[in-house]
């Protein structure tokens, strides 16, 4: 798995490129095996600056071949084609013996002389007479670490006097480079340019754009680029490496648009580091091999203390090992430390340590960390473990797995835990609190699908009551999150609560969880009192931003059912934060309340809550609530219109979902409504019905209406009357019983209609009455319109009251920001208008409907629109105006703006600032521009921005 692009080096590559094209002149590049030195040459080819040299590359090798001069020779091999051009000086005939196959455009070769040196001399002249003759050329030499002794006298000569319009670079390794090699390029004539560029380690962010970059993703996760950069100490070839393997083996998997990791440990060291590393340790002494195994075992760079103590050694002994293998460059000097300079370097070796001798330098290692201030706890816990010390282990995975966690890191937590209640011997008593902290980790780490069966079976153990409750409460949150048992998790909840006495703030949070209406055969009125009860408890929680956390919960059920009391307790929590949340778990209130205001159409609210919310996980780096946060936003974008860019960014956050369907489902329902309204009906229809399905089956009935309205609208334009019926009965079958009457009275206008091209109109005109009475005193903003819709859909006997209707959802839809909804109406609206002989007035609202679509982008909707309005005789405009232009392929000014500042190193969050976005707008046209621009990294961004700015200037110089 190879980059197409050159990945955080392009800074590099400028003044590469900038040297060369300003021949006579050298460029050093120095670097580590697997740094990128071979990449960044080849990307050379490439550049409009040198496009008139000629490039000539040749490498040196490690098994050298008899003939001296190779990396030369290899250069030049392929130049026959154009030898056939040029008139060679008679010298050149001396390279006849080492370039045969070009014999035949060669001069003659001369007499022999009887002095080698003199005949290597006259080689060397040929050599250059060659080259001027190529030149304006660049001769490449890679390598040169393992370069001749022949080649290095070459380059010597070469550089002495270089011809005019030639570039040289030299690529070697600087850990294993001869003095001599160095020292070629230290005294050149004054008119030869020279550089030298030390190419460093990729950070995480550059491993991260290298892994989007092979494997065609927009980004990875920033844990995957932590947990590659950590491996692969940021060396694209080594990246690249560990990315084919975890392919091959089956760890790196296709998901849907892009690339999953299914495990990120227990993978091999490819096989050129191992042999390159363990060849290099094999003539050490006895003693500095003994440290490099611990060096190994130890893994990560530890100070002097500790490597000695693994091995066993007094100072002195450890001081003249240590000496040889820093002065061999197997180990590496790291802020005072010591230790391999990458990580598969070190387990390169680990890997040839006999298994009994591992498991004893992993003992002696977990004994010398523990004395360390303070003690590296994960450390000393994976030593223990490959010692066979299980017991140990245990207590000090527990430890190491609290530390995680006050530090922020849930998944290393899963990791840690999950291995000891696997496989370590444990009683009930341990294993219980163990099981607690790992279920409310993997929620946390967006994991929760992975412990079921474990946090289940200690369950079944014989456990202290107070454990039990707590465990049998998390179990149920654990199953919720995953969306996997909703009655097995109300029963764990049930019982949580008379087992919870002692815990008010998991009481209160499970009778919470046992109001959330979840279960399709459960009616509302079982759930409310569980929330009542919840209220009682909370003032007894004493811990404030829990409670706050708890009144976000509370509410949220609330808002879809149109209960007003939700404002009563978003009053509460804005009073306690002062409308700027500071805790996660009023960071997780804002989203609560805010998503949900967002499926119930008060979208001011939702926009308040959800953007603070916003702004307050980014700054905290709360990377499961931003994306909550995050899918909230995109479905409101999604429900005002706001859908620029939003088709790319909702890609980014489905994948970034992928695996954890409860988190991702309200996201997904955005790309399945946005091909609908593009027209891509086939996969319109594959992404609704599976998701209808998928929300049903997860309770989701407060996101349901979106989906169900696209899908009865795509089965009635492909005239499938029956599904579109089904799929009404399918919500009105919810709605009621759950009583979701906010959210759900979205969709009353497409179930009316689904019913009354079954031919069941009166039954539709009774279920818009028993809406009408239902919601009758409740808080739900998105009623007015809807009932004027449907009843406009009604009476489609009478076109002119149907306009009339129409005409009125429209507007209040346009009041409360719902512009796909208002346009449907005053298309619908028109058509009557039509059938009422008032072409006038229809060609107003068809125009205006038209407007709307186009301004979303709605070219499916905008398409029937204009193709009925021809119909009809009315003239609607044939291209867009007003509102917001189509830039097509093209990048929106807006676009390029934000493009440019994050090609010059600009931050999401730096781009918000200067121009007064979101991040999740800057989010958005960032990758709109990397799709429009055909590049796959920010960095390549800045390339091809250069480009089109180079094509505009030729202008019309190009075919």
């Given at each position: ?496 609560v008379d087992e919870l006495d002692d815990r008010p703030d998991l009481k209160a949070w499970a009778m919470v ?190 996101v349901l209406p979106l989906p169900v309205t696209a899908l009865i609208r795509l089965a009635l334009a492909r ?241």
């Open positions: 798995m190879v980059s197409p692009t050159l990945v955080g080096r392009s800074a590099e590559l400028e003044r590469l490129a900038a040297v060369v094209s300003s021949p006579p002149s050298v460029v050093v590049v120095d670097g580590e095996a697997g740094i990128g030195k071979t990449r960044l040459v080849t990307e050379l080819a490439a550049r409009p600056e040198v496009a008139d040299q000629r490039l000539l590359v040749g490498r040196c090798h490690r098994i050298r071949e008899s003939f001296p001069l190779g990396p030369v020779i290899e250069a030049l091999r392929g130049v026959g084609e154009a030898l056939a051009a040029v008139t060679l000086s008679p010298v050149a005939g001396a390279l006849r013996p080492l370039l045969p196959e070009l014999a035949d455009l060669l001069p003659p070769a001369p007499e022999p002389l009887d002095d080698r040196a003199a005949e290597r001399h006259r080689m060397f002249r040929g050599l250059v007479g060659l080259l001027e003759s190529l030149s304006p050329a660049v001769l490449v030499l890679e390598d040169l670490h393992w370069a001749d002794e022949q080649t290095a006298d070459f380059v010597r000569y070469l550089l002495a006097e270089p011809p005019p319009k030639l570039s040289l670079v030299l690529t070697f390794r600087g850990e294993e480079v001869e003095p001599g090699i160095r020292a070629l390029t230290a005294a050149l004539p004054a008119a030869t340019g020279r550089a030298e560029i030390v190419l460093a380690p990729l950070d995480r962010e550059r491993t991260g754009e290298l892994a989007a970059a092979i494997m065609d993703l927009n980004r990875v996760s920033d844990e995957f680029a932590g947990y590659l950069r950590e491996r692969t100490s940021g060396l694209p070839f080594a990246i690249e490496e560990l990315l084919a393997l975890m392919r091959a083996r089956g760890t790196l998997i296709r998901r849907g648009s892009g690339w999953a990791r299914r495990a990120l440990d227990e993978l091999d060291v490819p096989a050129g580091i191992r042999d390159s590393v363990l060849e290099r340790v094999s003539g050490l002494t006895t003693p500095a091999r003994t440290l490099v195994e611990v060096a190994a075992v130890l893994q990560v760079p530890v100070a002097h203390g500790v490597l000695f103590a693994t091995a066993g050694w007094t100072g002195e002994q450890g001081n003249r090992a240590l000496e040889e293998a820093l002065s061999a460059g197997v180990l590496a000097a790291q802020r005072g430390d010591y230790g391999f300079r990458h990580l598969l370097a070190a387990q390169a070796v680990y890997e040839a340590i006999p298994q009994p001798r591992r498991g004893e330098l992993h003992g002696r290692a977990a004994d010398a960390l523990r004395v360390n201030t303070p003690v590296p706890l994960g450390q000393v816990a994976h030593h223990l473990r490959y010692a066979g010390r299980l017991e140990e282990w245990a207590v000090a995975a527990g430890r190491a797995a609290d530390q995680a966690i006050g530090l922020g890191n849930d998944a290393e937590a899963v990791r840690l835990l999950e291995a000891v209640l696997r496989h370590a011997p444990l009683t009930p008593e341990q294993a219980g609190p163990l099981a607690v902290t790992l279920a409310r980790s993997a929620i946390e780490a967006l994991r929760a699908g992975e412990v079921v069966d474990l946090v289940g079976a200690v369950l079944d153990l014989d456990l202290a009551p107070e454990v039990r409750g707590e465990l049998r409460f998390r179990l149920g949150l654990v199953l919720h999150e995953a969306g996997d048992d909703p009655k097995r998790a109300a029963r764990l909840f049930a019982a949580a969880m046992l109001g959330i209406p979840v279960t399709p055969d459960v009616a509302l009125a079982e759930y409310r009192p569980w929330l009542m009860r919840a209220l009682e408890v909370i003032p007894d929680v004493g811990d404030p931003p829990f409670e706050v956390f708890l009144l976000g919960k509370i509410a949220m059920v609330l808002v879809p059912i149109g209960d007003p009391v939700w404002r009563e307790l978003l009053a509460r929590i804005e009073a306690r934060t002062g409308g700027q949340p500071r805790h996660r778990r009023e960071v997780n209130a804002y989203w609560s309340v805010g998503a949900e205001a967002c499926f119930a159409g008060h979208y001011d609210v939702a926009d308040r809550l959800l953007t603070t919310g916003r702004r307050v996980a980014d700054a905290s780096e709360s990377a499961r609530l931003a994306l909550s946060l995050r899918s909230a936003l995109a479905l409101l974008d999604l429900c005002r219109g706001s859908w620029t860019g939003l088709g790319d960014e909702v890609g980014v956050l489905i994948d970034e979902l992928a695996g954890h369907p409860r988190a991702s489902i309200d996201v997904q329902v955005v790309p399945a409504v946005l091909a609908l309204a593009r027209g891509e009906l086939d996969e319109a229809h594959r992404l609704l019905g599976d998701l209808v399905d998928q929300i049903e089956e997860l309770g989701g009935f407060d005239d499938d009357v029956a599904l579109a019926a089904a799929t009404a009965d399918r919500l009105l079958a919810v709605v009621e019983p759950k009583g979701v009457w906010a959210a759900g009275v979205r969709a009353l206008p497409a179930a009316v209609e689904a019913l009354v091209a079954a031919g069941r109109g009166a039954e539709a005109a009774i279920v818009v009455d028993r809406y009408e009475a239902a919601v009758a005193g409740l808080d739900t903003p998105l009623a007015v319109p809807a009932f004027h819709h449907a009843r406009g859909i009604l009476q489609a006997g009478d076109p002119a009251s149907a306009a009339r209707e129409l005409t009125v959802a429209a507007d209040h839809y346009a009041a409360l920001s719902c512009p796909y909804e208002a346009a449907q109406a005053r298309e619908r609206a028109g058509l009557a208008l039509l059938e009422a002989d008032r072409a006038d007035d229809a060609g107003g609202a068809l125009r205006a409907a038209l407007a709307g679509f186009r301004e979303l982008g709605a070219s499916w909707d905008a398409g029937r629109v204009a193709q009925a309005a021809r119909q009809h005789g009315v003239t609607v405009p044939v291209h867009h105006r007003g509102g917001r232009p189509s830039y097509g392929a093209e990048l929106s000014p807006r676009e390029r703006e934000v493009a440019e500042l994050a090609a010059a190193g600009r931050t999401n969050k730096e781009i918000a600032a200067d121009l007064y976005l979101s991040v999740n707008t800057v989010a958005r046209h960032i990758t709109a521009a990397m799709r429009k621009l055909g590049v796959t990294s920010r960095v390549a961004i800045i390339h091809r921005l250069r480009d089109e700015a180079g094509q505009v200037e030729t202008g019309g110089q190009q075919n």
